[in-house]
């Protein structure tokens, strides 16, 4: 059985990106798109871990701080999100223009 190697994880992570840029760019729900935002920056974590298997810790160690800017962008991503919501009473994208006059 052949062994997990470092191409393996860049696959995976590949994969993660590209679903999540399908999601970004084809989806019209902001909760949709936060989740996508958020699988991207998870295939970017998942290429960090996998180099610094490499190279040594420092990847994993800026992985850290992508998850807590990640974690401080869905908070305060859904919190716009439950404003608009308020507002407008809708989450499509396609009808944001709170700043037209």
Avoid: C, P
Avoid at 6 to 30: K, S
Avoid at 62 to 71: E, K, L
């Amino acid at each position: 059985m052949a062994e997990i190697g470092t191409m393996h994880y860049l696959v995976v992570a590949a994969m993660l990106f590209i679903i999540g840029t399908v999601g970004v760019v084809t989806r019209r729900n902001v909760v949709v798109i936060l989740m996508s935002i958020e699988l991207i920056l998870n295939a970017v974590n998942l290429n960090l871990v996998a180099f610094s298997r490499l190279y040594g810790l420092h990847g994993q160690v800026f992985s850290i701080f992508v998850m807590v800017d990640a974690a401080a962008e869905a908070a305060v991503g859904l919190g716009i999100v439950i404003a608009f919501f308020r507002n407008k009473e809708t989450v499509n994208v396609d009808e944001v223009d709170l700043l037209k006059w």
